[in-house]
């Protein structure tokens, strides 16, 4: 009686845990939330592990921009909080976009090198599917202020 017991127990936890396998949709929002949380704290060996090949110049580009001062307002303003506004796959669930909520925001001029504190900011992501994984694009922004798409 005691191993029939255990034998329905362990079925009954592989069909609930197979059941919990992420959507498309959780996959994309988890991996845009991830990259936002690192980039945002400026964490950006971690940001690139959520980005495409083509988007590592740029964050290499931001990370030589950090200074002490800049990790020590950080921890004095306290870490940037996330959250998902929207988020939509394309049809073929090559693309997505996310649209991201992020709270008390950090953004670090690459002209003067200081720091501004935003205390809310949407950033809308732009998603790509590479072997299986989603991947963050975070292309060089243009003069106008948009980022380069190709």
């Known amino acids: 009686m005691n191993k029939l017991h255990i034998h329905i127990l362990s079925i009954f936890s592989f069909i609930c845990l197979s059941c919990q396998q992420q959507t498309p949709k959780s996959q994309i929002e988890q991996t845009a939330v ?12 971690i940001a690139e592990e959520w980005s495409t090949p083509s988007s590592l110049s740029y964050l290499s580009f931001l990370a030589s921009n950090i200074q002490q001062k800049h990790i020590e307002q950080l921890k004095a303003q306290g870490t940037a909080k996330v ?13 997505a976009t996310v649209v ?21 900011l949407q950033d809308t992501l732009e998603l790509m599917r590479e072997r299986n994984k989603w991947l963050i694009r975070m292309d060089i922004p243009r003069q106008n202020g948009k980022r380069n798409h190709d």
């Open 34 to 45: 991830d990259f936002c949380e690192a980039f945002y704290n400026f964490n950006y060996p």
């Open 83 to 95: 959250s998902v506004v929207s988020s939509e796959i394309d049809a073929n669930s090559e693309r």
């Open 100 to 120: 991201c909520e992020i709270k008390n925001a950090h953004i670090i001029s690459p002209i003067s090198g200081e720091m501004q504190q935003i205390s809310v």
